[in-house]
C-alpha cells in the first residue's frame, strides 16, 4: 500500500515536497516513481529512482524537482522548487517489483 501527502495550493516559484510512504518490506529492493496527471491528458513520467538511489527526470522537471528515498522509512520523497502553473497536477507514487502498484495521488495547485 502506497499514501502519498504533501499536495496542496503553492503561488508560481514556490516550493512543496512529497511523500509516499509504503507499508511492504520489498520498499527497499523496488524502483520507486512520482508520476502526475494534470486535468484532460495522459499520466506522464516525472521522476524514477532505483534500489541504488540512481534517479531519471522528465525534461519538464530536470533542473527544479528531486526525487531521494529513505528506505529505513520506507518512503520517497519529491522536492518540487520553482513550480510553474503547468506543474498543476494529481501527483501519484508508483512502486516497481514484478508488478505496479500506485498511490491514490495527492493534488498540487500551482496558482497565484
Known amino acids: 500500500q502506497l499514501e502519498e501527502s504533501g499536495g496542496g495550493l503553492v503561488q508560481p516559484g514556490g516550493s512543496l515536497r512529497l511523500s509516499c510512504a509504503a507499508s511492504?518490506?520489498?520498499?527497499?529492493?523496488?524502483?520507486m516513481g512520482w508520476y502526475r496527471q494534470a486535468p484532460g491528458k495522459q499520466r506522464e513520467l516525472v521522476a524514477t529512482?532505483?534500489?541504488?538511489?540512481?534517479?531519471n527526470y522528465a525534461d519538464s522537471v530536470k533542473g527544479r524537482f528531486t526525487i531521494s528515498r529513505d528506505n529505513a522509512k520506507n518512503t520517497v520523497y519529491l522536492q518540487m522548487n520553482s513550480l510553474k502553473p503547468e506543474d498543476t497536477a494529481v501527483y501519484y507514487c508508483?512502486?516497481?517489483?514484478?508488478?505496479?502498484?500506485w498511490g491514490k495521488g495527492t493534488l498540487v495547485t500551482v496558482s497565484p
Open positions: 529512482i532505483s534500489s541504488r538511489g540512481l534517479t
Open positions: 511492504t518490506s520489498i520498499f527497499r529492493i523496488s524502483i
Open positions: 508508483k512502486l516497481r517489483n514484478m508488478m505496479d502498484y
